[in-house]
């Protein structure tokens, strides 16, 4: 495994954000590792901090490094060995009539009033549900590596917006977020198995999903994709299924 020290661009420092209240696990207190200068970081030493636990939000480049928890489990879809389980092919079925269109990052008001829908029903209070437009440039639409957005649209009203980074090895899914009315068309794991099909024909081995939390029932849903690759110990192996 690659050593922080021996990463290129040895000009990148690192540091521990103070401690605040974790949005997955209610009751633990969080820190996170931050990468900077967020300028310094290019697809090729993105990419390597993405295979050492790092993931990205807007600028910022980061990995739990919490004091008394390791819950956070960066995980993987290795694309070759990957099948649909029988719900997510129901899933697949269920969404062929969405029109899905890869797209660079800019701002679209149709993308941004859908988030802002998306944050009300989902995340009412959080804080993200009262983003204004530079909130939402700054969070989904900034960025130093090579990222796009992924459209899905039924009759021409889009309906799902998904940002994902292109890495050496992979896709990493970044945040999608949909329309909240179509919960019954799990518009979450159709994004996922698009990515799988995209990471495919562009010839990309992996579909880096972040971090997988046990205890956490928005993290817990990654396990259902399988097979499923966990960073433990500084090396990616298969993670177990669930018993039984």
């Keep these: ?22 949005s997955y696990v209610a ?23 993405v295979r050492l636990g790092f993931r990205r939000s807007g600028h910022f480049v980061y990995r739990p490094r919490c004091d008394h928890c390791q819950a956070c489990v960066p995980v993987r879809i290795p694309v070759a060995r990957f099948t649909p389980n029988r719900s997510q092919r129901r899933c697949r079925a269920r969404n062929q009539d969405l029109a899905v269109r890869l797209k ?8 941004y009033r859908l988030y802002r829908r998306y944050q009300q029903a989902r995340h009412a209070g959080g804080g993200m549900d009262q983003d204004d437009r530079e909130h939402y440039r ?20 889009v309906v799902m917006v998904s940002l994902v980074d292109r890495l050496e090895d992979g896709l990493s899914a ?13 518009l979450g794991v159709y994004n996922v198995l698009t990515l799988v099909g ?18 956490s029932r928005k ?26």
Excluded at 104 to 111: I, K
Excluded at 140 to 156: F, G, K, N, Q, R
Excluded at 174 to 186: G, I, K, M, N, T
């Design 138 to 157: 700054s969070f989904l639409l900034t960025s130093h590596v090579d990222s796009a957005l992924i459209e899905y649209a039924l009759d021409d009203r």
């Design 219 to 244: 993290m817990a849903y990654k396990r259902q994709y399988r097979p499923l690759e966990a960073l433990v110990g500084g090396v990616w192996r298969p993670l177990e299924a669930p018993d039984g």
């Design 1 to 22: 495994m690659t050593a922080l020290t021996e990463l290129p661009l040895q000009r990148l420092q690192f540091y521990l954000t103070a401690a605040y209240p974790c």
């Design 174 to 186: 970044v945040y999608a977020f949909f329309d909240p009315q179509l919960a019954r068309r799990s």
């Design 27 to 49: 009751g633990r207190i969080a820190r996170s590792q931050v990468a900077v200068p967020a300028q310094a970081i290019d697809a090729r030493l993105y990419s390597e901090l």
């Design 198 to 215: 995209l990471a495919a024909r562009m010839g990309l081995p992996y579909v880096y999903l972040g971090y997988w939390i046990a205890d």
């Design 104 to 111: 660079a990052l800019a701002y679209d008001e149709a993308h």
